[in-house]
T-cell receptor, first 114, second 113 residues
Framework: GQQLNQSPQSMFIQEGEDVSMNCTSSSIFNTWLWYKQEPGEGPVLLIALYKAGELTSNGRLTAQFGITRKDSFLNISASIPSDVGIYFCAGRLTHTGGGNKLTFGTGTQLKVEL | EAQVTQNPRYLITVTGKKLTVTCSQNMNHEYMSWYRQDPGLGLRQIYYSMNVEVTDKGDVPEGYKVSRKEKRNFPLILESPSPNQTSLYFC????????????FGPGTRLTVL
């Protein structure tokens, strides 16, 4: 099945730094979602994007739906220790019969150094 | 409290011994789904259900069965587990569609020897 490529795979940053990660696909999506997963828990939705070019913020998080509809970006400003976790992108393919299934990226593991 | 529950949370079993992982949600959600999570592969969808008695295959359905007899429950059945089904499994639900807010359960870690 379709997989989304996320980069970087992992990041080790200093507290207070800004973080950027992205997700790319060979197929067009009409919805992009960003999730965060903390150890021992299921993913939690952070931001949802529904339109090409859309830029949406949630506190210190900002995500963008790429204009080509094949990519999305997530930025975290002024990182803090509780930002630690794995960040996943997810998308829905735009084709007839695609159903209501999400395809997830491979994840970006974020570690924050005090 | 609105939640998705899964049982068991941890399970070690042997090849070929049938098992069921239960999933239940108390939010009256129509859509429910099962995922497996493996290192380096992210989450991959196994099966999903858009409503009672309506189920469909995700990206990796081989070796799994599901049923949706009641709105709140969506059990995952492994008729004859194999070691390559060792994984972390998540159940999720959402109000209607699969791409608005999905609430995930806490996960079930399955080991098949």
């Amino acid at each position: 099945g379709q997989q989304l490529n996320q980069s970087p795979q992992s990041m080790f940053i200093q507290e207070g730094e800004d973080v950027s990660m992205n997700c790319t696909s060979s197929s067009i999506f009409n919805t992009w979602l960003w999730y965060k997963q903390e150890p021992g828990e299921g993913p939690v939705l952070l931001i949802a994007l529904y339109k090409a070019g859309e830029l949406t913020s949630n506190g210190r998080l900002t995500a963008q739906f790429g204009i080509t509809r094949k990519d999305s970006f997530l930025n975290i400003s002024a990182s803090i220790p509780s930002d630690v976790g794995i960040y996943f992108c997810a998308g829905r393919l735009t084709h007839t019969g695609g159903g209501n299934k999400l395809t997830f990226g491979t994840g970006t593991q974020l570690k924050v150094e005090l | 409290e609105a939640q998705v529950t899964q049982n068991p949370r941890y399970l070690i079993t042997v090849t070929g011994k049938k098992l069921t992982v239960t999933c239940s949600q108390n939010m009256n959600h129509e859509y429910m789904s099962w995922y497996r999570q493996d290192p380096g592969l992210g989450l991959r969808q196994i099966y999903y259900s858009m409503n009672v008695e309506v189920t469909d295959k995700g990206d990796v359905p081989e070796g799994y069965k599901v049923s949706r007899k009641e709105k709140r429950n969506f059990p995952l059945i492994l008729e004859s587990p194999s070691p390559n089904q060792t994984s972390l499994y998540f159940c999720a639900s959402s109000l209607v569609t699969g791409w608005d807010t999905q609430y995930f359960g806490p996960g079930t870690r399955l080991t098949v020897l």
